[in-house]
C-alpha cells in the first residue's frame, strides 16, 4: 500500500508535466480523483482491507499523499492559468488607448489662405492693422458711402446677389467697404488692410468666379502722397515676385478714388518679354489703388481738407492662380481633393 501511494503520487506528477492545457489537467485530475473511478479514490478504498494498526498508519500517508497530489494538481492549474493569460495580453489584448477609428488624412491649409498669411505678414511688418468686415453688407455702405450713388453707372460693373425681402442689403461685391467702416470706427490716422470674401453675380469662366478674395488697403494721414502708394505697391510686388518686379500704374476709374490708377507688374515668367500667362503684354493686372476720394473720407467722418490717403484692392485669388499657375479660377472654390491635395 504504501509503495502503491508513492507511486501513484510520483506518477501523477510526472504526467502533470506533460498536461499542457486546461482540458489535459481536467482530465489528470478526474483520472485520480473522480469519486467513482478515480485512480486515487480506488487506492483508498483498500484501506478497509487492511488490519487495524496498518489502516490507521496507512490512513495517515494516504491523506498526506493526497495533499501532497492535490497541492501538485493546484499549482499546475495555476501556472496553465497564468499561460493562457500571459498569451491573451500578448496576442489577443484590446489596447482601450489606440484609437478606435482608422486614423483620418490630415488637412492643410488652402492655397488662398497661404497667399493671404504670406500678405498679412508682410503689412503687418510695415506697421498695418489687419481688419474684418460683414460679408453680407448693406447696399449703403458697399455702394453709396464709396462713391457709388444708386443711379451711377459705376453699379452696372459689380452686380452682386440682393437678399430676398431684404432689399437694401447685399452680398458684398469688393472688401472696399469696410475703408468707410474702419474710418468710422478707428478714426485717422490709420493703415489697415482688409482681406476676405467678396461675391459678384457673374457668369462665370476660367477666370470670373461668384465667390472671389480680395485683401484692401487703406492708409489715412495728413500727409500722405502718392509717391508713397507706389512705394507700398512696389514692396507688394517685389515680395510677391521677386526684386527685379517692376509696377506700372495707368489710369483707370474707380468712383472710391482720385486719381485712380489700374495696377500691373512684371509677368514673373517672363520678366516682361511676354508669354501665355501675360498673355504676349510682359504685364499681369493685379490691383486697383488710388488716392482715396473725398467723398469716402467724408463718408468716413474725416475731413478731406486736412486728411488724405490712398487705397488699393490687390484681387487675392488672382494673386493665387498666378501663383500657383491654375489655369481656372473655379477651381478654388470647389472643394475638389483631387485639385487641393495638389498644394
Ligand atoms: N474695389 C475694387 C474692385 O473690387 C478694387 C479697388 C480698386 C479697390 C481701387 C481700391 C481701389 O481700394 O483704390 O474692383
Known sequence: MRDDLYRIKQELADR??????????????????????????????????????????????????????????????????????????????IDVT????????????????????????????????????????????????????????????????????????????????????????YGVPIRAIVPGRCFRNEATDPRHEHTLYQLEGLVVDRQITFSHLKGILETVARYLYGEATQVRLRPKFYPFVEPGVNGEVTCFLCAGAGCRVCKETGWLEIFGAGMVHPNVLTAGGVDPREYQG??????????????????????????????????
Open 98 to 185: 489606440a484609437p478606435f477609428l482608422p486614423p483620418l488624412p490630415m488637412g492643410h491649409l488652402h492655397p488662398t489662405t497661404h497667399v493671404q498669411s504670406d500678405l498679412e505678414d508682410l503689412f503687418t511688418s510695415m506697421g498695418f492693422t489687419i481688419l474684418d468686415g460683414p460679408e453680407l453688407e448693406s447696399e449703403y455702405y458697399n455702394f453709396e458711402s464709396v462713391n457709388i450713388p444708386a443711379d451711377h453707372p459705376a453699379r452696372d460693373m459689380q452686380d452682386t446677389f440682393y437678399i430676398k425681402g431684404h432689399p437694401h442689403w447685399v452680398m458684398r461685391t469688393h472688401t472696399s467697404p469696410v475703408q468707410v467702416r474702419a474710418l468710422e470706427r
Open 16 to 93: 502533470l508535466k506533460t498536461a499542457n492545457d486546461l482540458p489535459g489537467w481536467e482530465a489528470l485530475e478526474a483520472e485520480y480523483f473522480s469519486r467513482t473511478a478515480g485512480k486515487f479514490t480506488n487506492l483508498i478504498k483498500k484501506l478497509k482491507q487492511l488490519p487495524e494498526e496498518e489502516r490507521k498508519i496507512m490512513g495517515r500517508l494516504g491523506n498526506e499523499v493526497k495533499d501532497e497530489m492535490l497541492s501538485a494538481l493546484s499549482a499546475r492549474r495555476s501556472f496553465l492559468e497564468g499561460a493562457r493569460f500571459a498569451r491573451l495580453a500578448e496576442t489577443e489584448a
Open 310 to 343: 490712398f487705397a488699393f484692392g490687390l484681387g487675392l485669388s488672382r494673386l493665387v492662380m498666378l501663383k500657383y499657375k491654375i489655369e481656372d479660377v473655379r477651381h478654388l472654390q470647389t472643394g475638389d481633393l483631387r485639385f487641393l491635395s495638389q498644394f
